[in-house]
């Protein structure tokens, strides 16, 4: 896996085993996601998805007790110069990453390490798995200070935990936890504090093992099946399923198969 040589003030970047993780790591403001720190996400992930990076699996998760305060409300971290306005760096910074996290060519994993608030809970929302610790929570505080809720949750929260939880996360802004956050289908597993940096160390090398493609293919279809009918979907299976049969990984899998053996994919 080629070396990261960029400079990076409010992430921490590395690369293992064909796992590439990022670290939220502006503890002053709890990782609140200021511009700057948004923009060198937005380059750690162009280094991960260089064709050469050897990145099969993107973790991120946030340094101390916090996954992701939000956005940040400090003066002058928004960059607008211009009339007021408190879209600005939705349009500016925060809505390219969240696009650009929909559209990754390989898995995404948010390892959820504490407090995911604001557009931090939509960041973490934002994972293919979505793994927490079990002193984590969530909390949709926008209503707290009278703004509406962002990061796509308006899109995302809707279809994942239906329109009445929705609604309560962002009217009520409580704080949900790790656990009611799994009953309600947010996360996928939760884990004790001292043991989620292993557990999604391993769950992550074993995504980064598996046919790096097909994972690319079936993350676009789950994100863009929430917009076709049924019978579009069924095309674009058929469409995809000729373009990973096409695959060496597919090779790979049937000759596993018929010979009883455990198969080893290559990520082409």
């Known amino acids: 896996m080629n070396a990261i040589t960029a400079k990076f003030e409010q992430i921490i970047v590395a690369g293992h085993d064909g796992v590439g993780t990022i670290t939220l790591n502006n503890p002053v403001l709890k990782n609140a996601a200021t511009p700057a720190m948004v923009r060198e996400i937005m380059a750690a992930l162009d280094a991960f998805e260089a064709p050469d990076s050897g990145v099969r699996c993107i973790v991120m998760s946030g340094s101390g007790n916090a996954f992701c305060s939000?956005?940040?409300?400090?003066?002058?971290?928004?960059?607008?110069?211009?009339?007021?306005?408190?879209g600005y760096t939705l349009e500016a910074t925060h809505n390219p990453l969240i696009l650009r996290l929909r559209g990754l060519t390989?898995?995404?994993?948010?390892?959820?390490?504490?407090?995911?608030?604001?557009?931090?809970?939509?960041?973490?929302?934002?994972g293919d798995l979505v793994l927490a610790a079990s002193s984590s929570f969530f909390l949709h505080g926008f209503r707290n200070v009278g703004l509406i809720p962002d990061g796509g949750a308006t899109w995302m929260l809707p279809r994942v935990i239906g329109r009445a939880r929705a609604m309560e996360m962002s009217l009520l802004g409580e704080r949900l936890s790790?656990?009611?956050?799994?009953?309600?289908?947010?996360?996928?597993?939760?884990?004790?504090d001292d043991e989620l940096i292993a557990q999604?160390?391993?769950?992550?090398?074993?995504?980064?093992?598996?046919?790096?493609?097909?994972f690319a293919i079936t993350?676009?279809?789950?994100w863009d099946g929430a917009e076709r009918c049924f019978e579009e979907q069924l095309a674009a299976e058929r469409q995809a399923q000729r373009a990973v049969g096409a695959t060496e990984d597919y090779q790979e899998g049937v000759a596993a198969f018929r010979q009883r053996r455990a198969p080893v994919f290559k990520g082409r």
């Open 70 to 86: 939000g956005g940040s409300l400090r003066p002058g971290d928004s960059e607008n110069t211009g009339p007021a306005d408190a």
């Open 106 to 126: 390989v898995p995404f994993i948010t390892a959820v390490n504490g407090a995911a608030v604001g557009f931090g809970a939509s960041l973490a929302l934002m």
């Open 178 to 192: 790790a656990a009611q956050a799994f009953e309600w289908g947010i996360v996928n597993r939760v884990y004790e």
């Open 200 to 214: 999604v160390r391993r769950v992550a090398v074993s995504i980064a093992t598996g046919p790096t493609r097909s």
């Open 219 to 222: 993350r676009r279809l789950y």
